[in-house]
């Protein structure tokens, strides 16, 4: 079992920055894909980003040049650093971990997800 616990979101006017953290609370380095996640209100969930145990990054297309998020095995943690921030950002961001096999954009991949963190991005 992986517990994911995210922090960092808080509302920001348009055109800020957030860095959102989560801590899993076993290794997560060489096996699992880390991935990020938002719903909004009345939404799918839409893939936000991921990055594999060898590095490679993986961005949802609204948030490509933007977002850019990074992995910390030595800490079990993985950030998204979200710049320019826009309202329609505004979602519950949820932190994903998945064995390192699968297709990085896709829920399926992901066993273990976190309890959310709001991001609210005012206009």
């Known amino acids: 079992q992986v517990q994911l616990v995210e922090s960092g979101g808080g509302l920001v006017q348009a055109g800020g920055s957030l860095r959102l953290s989560c801590v899993a609370s076993?290794?997560?380095?060489?096996?699992?894909?880390m991935g990020w996640f938002r719903q909004a209100p009345g939404e799918e969930r839409e893939f936000v980003a991921a990055?594999?145990?060898?590095?490679?990054?993986y961005y949802g297309d609204s948030v490509k040049g933007r977002f850019t998020i990074t992995r910390d095995n030595a800490k079990n943690t993985v950030y998204l650093q979200m710049n320019s921030l826009k309202p329609e950002d505004t979602a519950v961001y949820y932190c994903?971990?998945?064995?390192?096999?699968?297709?990085?954009?896709?829920?399926?991949?992901?066993?273990?997800w976190g309890q959310g963190t709001q991001v609210t991005v005012s206009s």
């Open positions: 994903a971990a998945g064995l390192d096999y699968g297709l990085a954009h896709a829920p399926s991949t992901y066993t273990y």
């Open positions: 990055i594999r145990s060898g590095g490679t990054q």
């Open positions: 076993a290794r997560t380095g060489s096996r699992y894909v």
